[in-house]
Nanobody
Framework: QVQLVESGGGLVQAGGSLSLSCAASGRTFMGWFRQAPGKEREFVAAISRAGINTYYADSVKGRFTISRDNAKNTVYLQVNSLKPEDTAVYYC?????????????????WGQGTQVTVSS
């Protein structure tokens, strides 16, 4: 069982930045997803267990950065140049197999989510 706790969301103006964190109780392949009201949960970024490989959705490439500190069992998502369309609840997720997937159904554990709201 892996427990995940996100933090770092908030309200920010367009063009601003936030740093999201996800404290995990184990070391697994990790992903960030987001879900806006009325929309499906969508893939944002993912990172391999050792932190060597990272993956991004096209919509966030160049603006978001995923990283991890395995000594602290924490995964981070630095979100820069935020746009109103980035507004959503952001979830971190853990996958027990150390292979990339952008499908939320392939992730085994989920955090409770943290709200990111970007005003125009």
């Amino acid at each position: 069982q892996v427990q995940l706790v996100e933090s770092g969301g908030g309200l920010v103006q367009a063009g601003g930045s936030l740093s999201l964190s996800c404290a995990a109780s184990g070391r697994t392949f990790m992903g960030w997803f987001r879900q806006a009201p009325g929309k499906e949960r969508e893939f944002v970024a993912a990172i391999s267990r050792a932190g060597i490989n990272t993956y991004y959705a096209d919509s966030v490439k160049g603006r978001f950065t995923i990283s991890r500190d395995n000594a602290k069992n924490t995964v981070y998502l630095q979100v820069n140049s935020l746009k109103p369309e980035d507004t959503a609840v952001y979830y971190c997720a853990a996958r027990t197999t150390n292979f990339y997937s952008d499908n939320y159904a392939d992730y085994d554990y989920w955090g409770q989510g943290t709200q990111v709201t970007v005003s125009s």
